[in-house]
């Protein structure tokens, strides 16, 4: 098992360029995440996925889109990149149980927008 | 909403001492809280897991956490500091499947 995979593990865009980061799960979990990392601040959720073609917005969704069309895989778009997305984005999946479920984590993917 | 808060943004410990990172939880439902650990350029894995089963939980690498209602804590620790114990940990609430994350504590272990 791959558990949790994120690509790219880089990027370095300019203001106003688009990219899409790819995270994909093979433990057949329900339930995925996308996280931005930035210091002194913990992990924000910026959307998440309950199933296949489903997402809802988290705690910082503006500038971001998502989409879920395969179960294993969960896609974080940024239309046109800013300064202020410059962070480490992390996905992460889980299998819903009675609230104890847990979450698992990819590598992250460390973006830099000039 | 649920949040956690931990205290302390660093902590430097000698090799060998006690470590113990703080966490307060506001809830007004018993909680799910975690901890997880993210040693240096990864991903971030789970040391443990309050479940409402046992107020001592045991997790991974020798960690423990006691939840306390009364005084609204999770406080993680560790009896002796090991050098590989240096990573950033977090506290985490869970709220309808979605994880609030506290703002870390970076432990460093000094030799």
């Known amino acids: 098992n791959a558990g949790v995979t994120q690509t790219p593990k880089f990027r370095v865009l300019k203001t106003g360029q688009s990219m899409t980061l790819l995270c994909a799960q093979d433990m057949n979990h329900e339930y995925m995440y996308w996280y931005r990392q930035d210091p002194g601040m913990g992990l924000r959720l910026i959307h998440y996925?309950?199933?296949?073609?489903?997402?809802a917005k988290g705690e910082v969704p503006d500038g971001y889109n998502v989409s879920r069309l395969k179960k294993q895989n969960f896609l974080l778009g940024l239309e046109s990149a800013a300064p202020s997305q410059t962070s480490v984005y992390f996905c992460?999946?889980?299998?819903?149980?009675?609230?104890?479920?847990?979450?698992?984590f990819g590598p992250g993917t460390r973006l830099t927008v000039l | 909403a649920q949040s956690v808060t931990q205290l302390g943004s660093h902590v430097s410990v000698s090799e060998g001492a006690l470590v113990l990172l703080r966490c307060n939880y506001s809830s007004s439902v018993p909680p799910y809280l975690f901890w997880y650990v993210q040693y240096p350029n990864q991903g971030l894995q789970l040391l443990l897991k309050?479940?409402?089963?046992?107020?001592l939980v045991k997790g991974i690498n020798g960690f423990e956490a006691e939840f306390k209602k009364s005084e609204t804590s999770f406080h993680l620790t560790k009896p002796s500091a090991h050098m590989s114990d240096a990573a950033e940990y977090f506290c985490a609430v869970r709220t309808d499947y979605k994880l609030s994350f506290g703002a870390g504590t970076t432990v460093t272990v000094r030799a």
């Open positions: 992460a999946s889980s299998y819903p149980t009675s609230g104890t479920d847990t979450q698992y």
């Open positions: 309050y479940t409402s089963a046992a107020t």
């Open positions: 996925s309950v199933g296949e073609g489903t997402t």
